[in-house]
């Protein structure tokens, strides 16, 4: 099975010449932050995003959509605001985002048939025991993640952990914040995970104290992005 990731969005639309690129696929992944940019417009960013729904649309669960942190923050209902929040785009998108969400378009999670966990920024052991409430079953996992998403998105916001690092970089901070050195030290067992929302300097694969692959592919900004072939996932570059 050939998958495409890809990594943060933000209004770009190099995911066309990727897909243009490869020519073949099973299926796409985005990791989320299809909104705000330091270069696009608001009005690019919509249509850009509009496109990528409508790829959704066509090509079914060819495509997956998963929310990143720069997408929660303009759903209806969300009061929280972060960098990059952009007022009319909240008032562009606020309905579409809930809608998506609540028609299973958009999710928070998902895995694949390798055992590999996609979401925009990583799971961690701490957060999924102060706000899930069971105990972890990896064959349920991304069914359960995505069933509270839908009924509560509270438990997805930004919080300050222990640390207290604006950054997102504590073990209690969610999937859509938390960072790679706090996944490094608390990433779920058992289950290699791909994510977005922190480019790193370089393509780089961490291995967990878990003993896990976490996978950081926010790279499109860097010419870079991931491919899956079965077991085997290989960095690419865009031509």
């Known amino acids: 099975m050939k998958q495409i990731i890809l990594g943060d969005i933000h209004g770009h639309d190099s995911w066309?010449?990727?897909?243009?690129?490869?020519?073949?696929?099973?299926?796409?992944?985005?990791?989320?932050?299809?909104?705000?940019?330091?270069?696009?417009?608001?009005?690019?960013?919509?249509?850009?995003?509009?496109?990528?729904?409508?790829?959704?649309?066509?090509?079914?669960?060819?495509?997956?959509?998963?929310?990143?942190?720069?997408?929660?923050?303009?759903?209806?209902?969300?009061?929280?605001?972060?960098?990059?929040?952009r007022p009319e785009l909240k008032g562009m998108q606020k309905d579409l985002l809930l809608e998506l969400?609540?028609?299973?378009?958009?999710?928070?999670?998902?895995?694949?048939?390798?055992?590999?966990?996609?979401?925009?920024?990583?799971?961690?052991?701490?957060?999924w025991k102060?706000?899930?409430?069971?105990?972890?079953?990896?064959?349920?996992?991304?069914?359960?993640?995505?069933?509270?998403?839908?009924?509560?998105?509270n438990p997805f916001d930004f919080i300050y952990g222990k640390r207290g690092s604006c950054y997102g970089d504590d073990p209690e901070n969610g999937p859509l914040w938390i960072r790679p050195n706090s996944l490094y030290v608390d990433a779920i067992e058992k289950i290699d995970q791909i994510v977005g929302h922190t480019q790193p300097r370089n393509p780089i694969i961490i291995k967990s104290q878990q003993n896990t692959n976490i996978y950081l592919n926010d790279m499109l900004g860097l010419g870079y992005y991931l491919i899956t072939l079965d077991n085997s996932v290989l960095i690419k570059n865009i031509n």
């Open 101 to 127: 969400i609540q028609n299973d378009i958009i999710q928070l999670c998902f895995k694949d048939e390798y055992n590999r966990l996609y979401s925009h920024a990583g799971f961690s052991r701490t957060w």
């Open 130 to 153: 102060e706000n899930v409430g069971k105990e972890i079953d990896l064959n349920t996992i991304d069914r359960d993640i995505n069933t509270l998403f839908k009924v509560d998105l």
């Open 16 to 85: 066309k010449r990727i897909i243009d690129q490869e020519k073949t696929f099973d299926r796409i992944v985005f990791l989320g932050d299809y909104h705000d940019s330091f270069t696009k417009s608001s009005k690019t960013i919509a249509n850009n995003f509009k496109e990528i729904v409508e790829l959704k649309n066509s090509l079914k669960d060819k495509v997956v959509l998963l929310c990143g942190n720069h997408d929660y923050h303009y759903i209806n209902g969300i009061e929280s605001k972060f960098s990059g929040y």
